[in-house]
Structure formats: C-alpha cells, structure tokens
C-alpha cells in the first residue's frame, strides 16, 4: 500500500497486473494473506494505472503499476491497514525490506538487504529465495518509503538469489500522480 489521497493505492509490478500490456480483470488484494486466511478482508481493483511504455511494448524500465482498491465496508484500504509514502530520486545503497509471496509458499517471505544499482533505470537486492510469486511485493526502507517492487529486469529475476526493480525515478511519480488523480 502507498500512502495518496483518496487513501485506496497499491503499487506493484505491471507485468503482474496486465501481462502483455492488457490489465487483469477481476484482480483483488488480500492483505495480510497467510495460510488461506485474509485478516484484512479481500479489496477489489477498480483501476490500473499504467505507464505507456508498459502497456504499448513491455518496456522492462516501466515495469510498474498502480491498483485503485474500492472501499469496503464503509473503509478505505490505508484506514483498515496503513500505507507507505512513495519514494522516489532516492537512489540505490539504501537498506530494504521485502516481503514476498512464493509461489510454493502459503505464507510470506521476508529478507533484509541493501540495493544496488544495475544500470542506470533498475536496482537490485541479493537474497535467496525469492522465486516465481513474489514479482510485485514491495522494497520499503526503515522510514516507511515504498522505493521499488520486484520486477523490471527480467521481470524481476530469473535467479531466487537476485531481484530488480525499476529505478523509483521521475517517471514513477509522474505514474503515481496519474493513479492519485
């Protein structure tokens, strides 16, 4: 979740939320999914906003989405569960958290690590096990700043040992300002 306006914004990889260029329909976020239970309740996306990069040609440096959730039960999603604030131009030596969803997990993985850069539009962060599943969960900072979801390069690794990101740079918040509008 990443802190806006209308309190209901989630980011995540685009090739996640609309493979190929075309957004997924039916998609739903469960926080705090675990073991089959959905302690937070199940939230629908109403919209996807997506760079026209991603949607025209797959362009691995605008792998980057964001999700409008609707209410639920009266709620907005960052009043039932909080949010992130977006950092962006923060650069990469920064110390992360990820915490990602494997596919051959019912539970969450979560591993501490410093990023680096990869080039000049991608991160990356080395820790292990972060297979098929976990393209999208998000690389907060211990300020609470939202500074990458794996995907981008490789769509987010073809190693469990090695991760990217899009670099969270002017494009993304021009991205995230379109999804807050």
């Known amino acids: 979740m990443v802190h806006s306006p209308g309190r209901n914004l989630i980011v995540t990889a685009a090739h996640c939320a609309a493979p190929g260029g075309v957004p997924v329909d039916g998609l739903v976020f469960v926080p705090g999914y675990r073991d089959g239970r959905a302690p937070h309740g199940t939230w629908p996306v109403t919209r996807t906003t997506l760079d026209p990069e991603w949607q025209n040609e797959q362009d691995e440096d605008h792998d980057v989405a964001f999700l409008t959730v609707a209410p639920v039960d009266g709620r907005q999603l960052e009043d039932a569960v909080g949010a992130d604030t977006l950092g962006t131009g923060l650069g990469s030596g920064l110390d992360v958290t990820v915490t990602g969803y494997p596919?051959?997990?019912?539970?969450?993985?979560?591993?501490?690590?410093?990023?680096?850069?990869?080039?000049?539009?991608?991160?990356?962060?080395?820790?292990?096990?972060?297979?098929?599943?976990?393209?999208?969960?998000?690389?907060?900072?211990?300020?609470?700043?939202?500074?990458?979801?794996?995907?981008g390069h490789q769509e987010g690794g073809l190693s469990p040992d090695t991760s990217y990101s899009v670099a969270f740079d002017a494009h993304v918040a021009d991205l995230y300002r379109r999804a807050s509008g």
């Open 103 to 151: 596919n051959e997990q019912d539970a969450p993985i979560t591993c501490r690590a410093r990023t680096s850069s990869y080039s000049a539009t991608q991160q990356r962060f080395d820790c292990g096990g972060f297979t098929n599943g976990t393209s999208g969960s998000p690389w907060i900072t211990d300020a609470g700043r939202l500074v990458g979801v794996i995907g």
